[in-house]
């Protein structure tokens, strides 16, 4: 039974060191009732921004049942720290094939860092069940290449659609 335990522990460490898990660091609160409308998540904050160091953030409200901006323009090569936050229940920020994966939650940013090798599309699902238009909620990643990302203007970066 000592043996059993024993092992089961050592698998959780070591998948978690060789696939480089962490609990995400920051807590940070927000008034959901204001998303949209007001601070940090107002709607003409939302989508990408570029940063003076040259790297990217994404501010994003998922909400029942959909995300907003529902598709999400970033360059590759570059540090993208998305940060996310909901008004209505969790949901779930996962994009596949990358290390991001976290929950979203009402009242809190939730915030991610990661980078994208390569252009590409990548599909962003919601994977916690938050109701039921749970399965119709994802939105696109659009990740270009570094140098065509830098020749848009701020209204083109924000999002996929031409500004
Ligand atoms: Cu949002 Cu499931």
Redesign the pocket.
């Known amino acids: 039974m000592l043996a059993m335990l024993a092992v089961m522990m050592a698998v959780i460490v070591f998948t978690s060191v060789a696939h480089a898990l962490h609990p995400p660091g920051n807590v940070e609160t927000i008034n959901p009732l204001t998303l949209h409308l007001e601070g940090e998540f107002m709607e003409s904050n939302l989508g990408t921004a570029l940063e003076p160091d040259g790297s990217v953030t994404v501010r994003l409200i998922?909400q029942?049942?959909s995300f907003v901006p529902n598709c999400l323009l970033v360059p590759a090569k570059t540090p993208v720290r998305f940060r996310l936050t909901s008004p209505d229940v969790i949901?779930?920020f996962l994009l596949v094939d990358t290390n991001v994966n976290t929950m979203i939650m009402p009242g809190f940013i939730s915030e991610v860092r990661t980078s994208f090798a390569r252009p590409g599309d990548y599909f962003l699902p919601?994977?916690?069940?938050?109701?039921l238009g749970?399965h119709g909620?994802w939105a696109r990643v659009v990740v270009v290449p570094k140098e065509q990302f830098a020749k848009l203007s701020r209204t083109q970066r924000v999002g996929c659609e031409p500004g």
């Open positions: 998922a029942q049942y949901h779930g919601c994977h916690e069940f938050c109701g749970h909620m």
